[in-house]
Each structure stands twice: as structure tokens, then as C-alpha cells.
């Protein structure tokens, strides 16, 4: 049976940022699109039409996130990188259980839904309480447990549990194929380089994603620059960048590490929040960009940014870009909206997420018009409409959110979990941490 939403403007996040004025979108029995666009132009017979009153668009994809770290929230927050880490949050991680894991992720995929996030691509500790709480949330996850070489911490074993899981459940699993599995390589710095070859070639030989931190920081990769050139270079030599991959950050890239990413489709999650919050640098998004490197928005962890809002993720990569540049039109309304959205599944390695379009999953966000932001009505040209979107709306809109089909956000709260319960679970895992 078709299920037909309806909308005065509907956003496909097509290549080109159409705006369908009066649009459809049809979701099937499997929860994915079978038909977007104009609502005349519909051919199928709809079993269930639901009218929306404002714009539909698709989930946005946050390519870069720790979520469970909702537990450390603004803890070391006057720090920079490197000292925040050490002195701050692996001490307090130290101290994780699993249920603390969570209790925090449980919390930040709501968080994340009700801002409009249907996927988010998570490395953290105690992966399989990550994805038990995304399937309680109904969200979308691409997930790896972090593989770091730390005292306490045994960087073989990390491999070796990522390996089973993945030939236990595949790549994919759960409802809507909500959860994707990774090997999560914490970084070229907190791994040695026999490490990253095993990583690279375990991955290659699944066709798994991996996640890493790269060139985040001016002074986190001194040695392996000073061995091997780069870390993209690294990454190179050890056979990684032969297969999915995905570079957190990528702030400190010269042009030769921005044409190896471009030649093998290396994935970068821009984190404008966390990279400015913590004084790590402007990444060079333009340049990444007119390279044609897949480029997607990361919020990185709600300790360092410190929250889960892509929206401001959306305005602060186009408004950085602008600024870096001293051109305004460096990154429009309509490609930051595609960073989010397109772009982020891109970066992913994902063609099924991302974008309104036939075949991919029912992802959407019903965004409410009743604002002073939309005062000026939908009826205004499309760059208008997508300006006061973007830069006048952002998150505070969203009302209502599917992911697969089914509606896990309504009217503005998770149709899934008690978000007062949620809370309260986090306040007291938190204090425990603290002490």
C-alpha cells in the first residue's frame, strides 16, 4: 500500500536543490520512496494520503558524531584539542559502562531526530548499546567501535571484536536496514602503523567503511607527517584509501592530500563547530569542494560542539567558507543544504539515504512554517525560499520526522521514548562520571 505525503514545497535534494512546488512523496510497503515530485503527476493509486502543511525534505546525515558523549557535555570546554582529550575526557571515559553508553546515545538520537538527523555516523565505545539504543529510537546508524591504541586498551582486540560482528550480522541489519556496521580507526596518531595495514586490509576484504580522525589538529600528527609526508599519505601507503573511507575533520590538508582524496572518493565529515570551538582550524571546504571530494557535515561529539544541531552545522560551514574566502558566494543556501542532506550520504559511501528520490529510504522532515521565518510565505522564488530556510529556520521548526516509513518524531517529540525519562537517565550516569 502507498502512503502519499503531500506538501506545498517539497525538497528532493537533487543534485541541483530543485524546489517542487505542491509535491508528493510515495513511500511503499518497505518504508523507501517509489515516487517524488509533483503531486499532479502522481500515477499511483495512494492507500493513505497524509497534507502536510509545510516542507518536506529529505533526513539530514550526520557524517561524523560520538553521541553517547551527551554524558560529558561541556566538560574541558575552555580546552584545546589535544589537552581536552588527555586531561578531560578519556579519564572520564575510563569510567564508561556499557549501560552508561546507553543511556547517553539513547538521549542523543533523540536529540538528533528531533533536529531533523535520521542518520548519524557514530565511533564510540560499547557499539552494540549504541545500536540497540538507535533501534529504541528508530533512527539510522552507521556505527564503529572505536580501534585505539591506549594503556588498557588492546587495538587487536578492538579489530577482532569489529571483524565477528560484521560476519555475525553483516554489514547491515535491523528494521530498514537502520544500522550499518564500520571499523572505526580512531586516528593515524593513536594507532600504529601495523594497525592501520590490518584495519585497511580487514575492511577492503568486507567492503566495510572505515571512520578515522584526520589532520583534525596543526600538532596531533607531527611524527607521522614528519615520516610519511601526510596522513593521507599514510593512509595511502597502508592500502586504506583503497576502499570506503570516511576522513573526520580533514582540516590540515595541502593541495596534494586534497587531489589524493578527490582520485580515490575519499569521504570528508566537515565539522565546522567542533574544528572552531576548539581553535583546530578552518577546513578548506571550498577547495575540497571544487575538487569534487564527497564532502558531508559532522557535528563531531556534543562535548566539543556541544550539541547534535547539523542545522548549525549547515550555517557555519557556509558562512566560514564565505569568510575564509572573503566570498560571499563561496557556499550557497542551497549547497549547504546539500551538504547536509546529499552530500553527507555521499560522503558515507550511501546511496540509499540523503535525498528524496525512488529506491532509497523513506527518510523525511516535515518542517513547520507557522514562524516569523517563513512570514514572507512559500510563494517567494525558490533561492528566497531556501535562504529562510537555512538561515532564518534551522532546526526550531521540525515537527515531524519518518525514518524508513515510519514516523519516529511527532509534533516535535520522539513518537518512540520518554524524553523526560531519557533525560534524567543522562543526569544521573553523569554525576556518577563527574565524581
Known sequence: MIHRLRAPVVLPADPSCSVVRDGAVDIDEHGRIAYCGSASAAQAKAGQVTELPGIL????????????????????????????????????????????????????????????????????????????????????VVLGGPII?????????????????????????????????????????????????MIAKSANSRGALVQIHVAEAPNEDERQRREHGSVPRLLDKVGMLDGRVIAAH??????????????????????????????????????????????????????????????????????????????????????ALLLATRGGAEALGRDDIGALEPGRWADMVHIDVDDPAFATGLEVPDDQLLANLVWAAGSRRVRDVWVAGEQVVGAGESTRVDRAAAQADVAKAAARLRG
Open 57 to 140: 525534505l529529505p533526513g539530514l546525515v550526520n557524517s561524523h558524531a560520538h553521541s553517547p558523549m551527551v554524558l560529558l557535555r561541556g566538560m574541558g570546554g575552555d580546552l584545546p584539542l589535544l589537552r581536552w582529550l588527555r586531561e578531560v575526557i578519556w579519564p572520564a571515559e575510563a569510567k564508561l559502562r556499557p549501560a552508561d553508553v546507553h543511556t547517553g546515545m539513547l538521549l542523543g538520537s533523540v536529540e538528533m531526530l528531533r533536529r531533523g538527523v535520521t542518520t548519524s555516523a557514530e565511533m564510540y565505545f560499547h557499539a552494540e548499546r549504541i545500536a540497540e539504543a538507535v533501534l529504541t529510537t528508530g533512527a539510522r
Open 149 to 197: 591504541d591506549l594503556p588498557g586498551l588492546d587495538w587487536r582486540s578492538m579489530l577482532a571484536d569489529t571483524e565477528r560482528w560484521i560476519d555475525t550480522e553483516g554489514l547491515r541489519f535491523g528494521p530498514g536496514e537502520r544500522v550499518e556496521l564500520s571499523y572505526a580507526a580512531h586516528s593515524a596518531y593513536m594507532l600504529p602503523v601495523e594497525a592501520l595495514e
Open 250 to 335: 580533514a582540516v590540515h590538508l595541502s593541495d596534494e592530500d586534497i587531489a589524493m582524496l578527490a582520485s580515490r572518493r575519499v569521504g570528508v565529515a566537515h565539522c565546522p563547530g567542533s574544528n572552531s570551538k576548539l581553535a583546530s582550524g578552518v577546513a578548506r571546504l571550498t577547495d575540497l569542494r571544487a575538487a569534487r571530494v564527497p564532502v558531508g557535515l559532522g557535528t563531531d561529539g556534543p562535548a566539543s560542539n556541544d550539541d547534535l544541531d547539523l542545522w548549525e552545522e549547515v550555517q557555519l560551514a557556509a558562512m566560514l567558507a564565505r569568510v575564509s574566502t572573503q566570498d560571499s558566494t563561496a557556499v550557497t543556501a542551497a549547497d
